[in-house]
Structures are given as C-alpha cells and as structure tokens.
C-alpha cells in the first residue's frame, strides 16, 4: 500500500515538473506594434480618395453660379516616404445665365482637371517617435504636380475644350479623420501656360489673339476633404 502511494506520489510530481517546463520553453508569439494612426485601410500600397473641397475648379460668381469640384484619386505607396498619386478632377456647374434677364438654371459639366504627381513624406520617424500619427499616407509632405484642365463654356456651345496646363512645387500635410476620413491641405507655386490675350496691330487695325508663352506664374492652394478605401 505504501508503494502504491509513494509511486501515484511520483508520478503526480514528475507530471507536474514536466507541465512547468513545457510552458517555460514554450515559444512566446510576438505581436508587431501598429503604427500610431495606421488602419487596416492605411497598411495597404494604394488609397483610393473620393472628395471635395476649395481646390483647382471650384468657383463661386454672379452671372457663371457655383461650380463644385469632385476628386476621384488614387495615391500609390512605391516605397517608405514616396508615393505616386494620380486625380481626376470633374466640376458641375449650377445656378449659371447667361444674362441678367436670363430665368433659366442649368446644371452642367464645367472643367475637368487632371493631376499626376509624385509625394515625398517626410520626418516620420520623428513623428513616430513623439507618439503622432503616421503611416504611407499620412504627415507632412513635399511633391511635384502637373495639372491639365478642360474647360467648356455653354455660352459658346462648344464643349469641353483644352484650357492650360500647369508644374507646380507643393508643401503640404495629410492626416486622417477616423476610419475613412481625410484631410490634405497644400499650397505651393509654379508654372502655367494658359492663354494670354495679346493686341497686334495690322495695317491700321488692332487684333485679338492669344499667346501661351513665356507661360506665367501660377500659385496653388487648396484643402479638400475626402473618404477613402
């Protein structure tokens, strides 16, 4: 009887001996730490926008009525801190006459814009290790953009047509608002070559026409707001 006691006792303390240190060696698995602001939505290599806002198209007049901007984009994540990032910009018109005795409202498609362009984020690694939000999308930002609008005025009927291109150097900052919100505002300068009205004189009459060169100075400034997926 003893011996059976004293061998249940053993058993009993060898397979708890052998528990403790299975769970001692046990690998422990590691979960990465998130980046503070990086969401399922921002992990991923592109971020597909859909916004509005005061940007490029956006006008606001007596006789031409309210012209509102929407911005269907795509930003691409190449590699950490440079994207590449490409809109389409279409604006729709309401509240437009064509004179003061004109009583009718017509809704149309205005300008269309495009932008490609090319991002470089910067100091994110600053910005993570003061605890702010970061990620391939998010923080403060120098680019690169060219820009080419279209333009169509009803008063001549004559659809959309080419209206100028511009390049231009931008600083901005991009930060997110809860899970599928967005923010980017930026400014910035650079180059257009629209059409400039010039007079030249034939004969003894002075005529009208236009030139694009040497282009102007163009200055850009915009905040949009935008949902992303």
């Known amino acids: ?3 059976r006691v004293f061998l249940l006792s053993s058993l009993l303390l060898l397979g708890k001996n052998f528990t403790a240190a299975a769970q001692t060696s046990a690998p422990v698995e590691s979960v990465a730490p998130v980046a503070s602001g990086e969401t399922a939505t921002t992990s991923r290599p592109v971020l597909f926008k859909l ?7 956006a006008e606001f007049s007596g006789y031409a009525g309210v012209t ?9 994540a190449v590699k950490p801190g440079w994207n590449v990032y490409v809109n389409a910009v279409p604006g729709i018109n309401a509240g437009g006459r064509q004179n003061s005795f004109d009583r009718y409202k017509y809704v149309y498609l205005r300008t269309v814009t495009a932008d490609l362009g090319v991002r470089r984020y910067y100091n994110q690694e600053k910005r993570r290790q003061k605890g702010r939000s970061t990620g391939p999308f998010n923080g403060n930002y120098v680019a690169l953009q060219s820009s080419s609008v279209w333009y169509n005025s009803w008063y001549y009927n004559r659809g959309l047509q080419y209206d100028y291109s511009t390049l231009t150097a931008l600083w901005g900052m991009q930060r997110r608002l809860g899970g599928h919100g967005l923010v980017d505002a930026y ?17 003894n009459t002075y005529s009208y ?13 915009g905040v949009k707001l935008s949902l992303v997926f």
């Open 68 to 76: 509102v901007p929407f911005a269907i984009g795509a930003e691409y």
């Open 187 to 203: 400014a910035g300068g650079g180059i257009a070559n629209d059409r400039q009205l010039y007079h030249e004189l034939i004969g």
């Open 209 to 221: 026409k236009y030139k694009r060169f040497p282009p102007r100075l163009d200055l850009e400034l």
């Open 51 to 57: 916004g509005t806002g005061l940007i490029r198209g």
């Open 1 to 3: 009887m003893l011996s």
